[in-house]
């Protein structure tokens, strides 16, 4: 591995380091939208797995949650108050996939 030098100081890397995350574990791609959203979050999914989501508002509040299956979901957002809000979505394994969204 390659060595880091700055002045006096150098850093020997021994092993691959990460430095993204990676939602590979999931097998799927999401697609979520319309973003920003008014009454109905869509939720597009290659895999056709059960998933459950987990809807946060900006500071991290659990709002609700719930179950999706299948190729094609919709979450309705209508009467949420208009903000920055998380969905977090897992697998039986806990493998999870994160997206922001802007509810007007």
């Known amino acids: 591995m390659p060595a880091i030098s700055m002045g006096k ?14 939602n590979e574990k999931l097998n799927a791609v999401f697609h979520i939208f319309p973003n ?7 939720i597009h999914t290659n895999a ?6 987990i809807l946060f508002d900006d500071n ?7 179950k999706i299956s299948g190729q094609d979901n919709s979450i309705y957002i ?3 108050a208009n903000g920055m809000y998380h ?8 493998n999870t996939y994160n997206h922001s969204f802007i509810k007007l």
């Open 9 to 22: 100081y150098s850093i020997q890397l021994k092993e691959k380091i990460t430095t993204a995350l990676n």
């Open 60 to 66: 991290g509040k659990n709002i609700f949650s719930g």
């Open 87 to 94: 969905i977090q979505i897992s697998n039986e394994s806990q």
């Open 36 to 42: 920003p959203a008014t009454h109905t979050l869509q």
């Open 48 to 53: 056709s797995s059960t998933y459950t989501y």
């Open 78 to 80: 209508g009467n949420l």
